[in-house]
């Protein structure tokens, strides 16, 4: 009896938890997406590729639902911004995901 009130404690909030996920498939998908962009244009930028080539493979990329208007601003923030001049690989594209799925930040804890 005491192993299945553990269970069912510990099962609680994880269930209340995933059921009000702050974002849709769609929206995560999308975030997926734009931090795969900037960690491609990242890599391209540490290959010496020139900005216009890395605008190109982001925006040619089909499926990736990503305007030349938002893989301008991507490569500009990439390639100019001093914040990003040691980003990249996975560390970069799950920054932007987390930042992308969480405007506002990550929801706090219960106190």
């Known amino acids: ?8 404690t510990l099962l609680v909030p994880f269930s209340a938890f995933s059921q009000q996920a702050p974002y849709t498939p769609e929206q995560q998908d999308h975030c997926m997406k734009l931090g795969m962009a900037y960690q491609m244009v990242a890599e391209g930028r540490d290959s ?3 900005p216009k080539t890395a605008l190109n493979t982001i925006t040619a990329s089909s499926g990736w ?9 991507i490569v500009n923030s990439v390639y100019s911004d001093p914040a990003f001049v040691d980003a990249g ?3 970069l594209a799950n920054q932007i995901y987390q930042a992308c799925l969480y405007p506002h930040g990550k929801p706090k804890p219960f106190q």
């Not at 009896?1 to 069912?8: E, I, R, S």
């Open 89 to 91: 690989g996975p560390a």
């Open 48 to 50: 010496n590729w020139p």
């Open 1 to 8: 009896m005491k192993n299945m009130f553990v269970f069912v």
């Open 65 to 73: 639902g990503i305007s030349v208007e938002q893989g301008k601003q």
